[in-house]
């Protein structure tokens, strides 16, 4: 059984960067694809980003293409998101996320959750 940890967050002005880190235990994360997720108070968890087993491929939802780059270490079995010139709507917890499948992937097709981790973007 994989487990997957967050950590990263934290409280940051905006225009500011942070990094989330997502690590595995139980199994190599090398076979699958992996994402990032948020969720706002009060709001649906939404997609953030996403990359292919590889790391060759990456998607972005709308809101963070430009400011967020999700990327992989297979060997040390961990995701990455990079957040650069944060606003205060990304403002969220933050989900790593394992999919046994295609890197094109919804909430409803993770097999795999983190427990979050909170980033707060003030103004």
């Known amino acids: 059984q994989v487990q997957l940890v967050e950590s990263g967050g934290g409280l940051v002005q905006a225009g500011g960067s942070l990094r989330l880190s997502c690590v595995a235990s139980?199994?190599?994360?090398?076979?699958?694809?992996m994402g990032w997720f948020r969720q706002a108070q009060g709001k649906e968890r939404e997609f953030v980003a996403a990359?292919?087993?590889?790391?060759?491929?990456?998607r972005y939802a709308d809101s963070v293409k430009g400011r967020f780059t999700i990327s992989r270490d297979n060997a040390k079995n961990m995701v990455y998101l990079q957040m650069n010139s944060l606003k205060p709507e990304d403002t969220a917890v933050y989900y790593c996320?394992?999919?046994?499948?295609?890197?094109?992937?919804?909430?409803?097709?993770?097999?795999?959750w983190g427990q979050g981790t909170q980033v707060t973007v003030s103004s």
């Open positions: 996320a394992l999919n046994h499948g295609s890197y094109y992937f919804t909430s409803r097709d993770v097999d795999t």
């Open positions: 139980g199994r190599t994360l090398s076979s699958y694809a």
């Open positions: 990359l292919s087993s590889s790391g060759s491929s990456t």
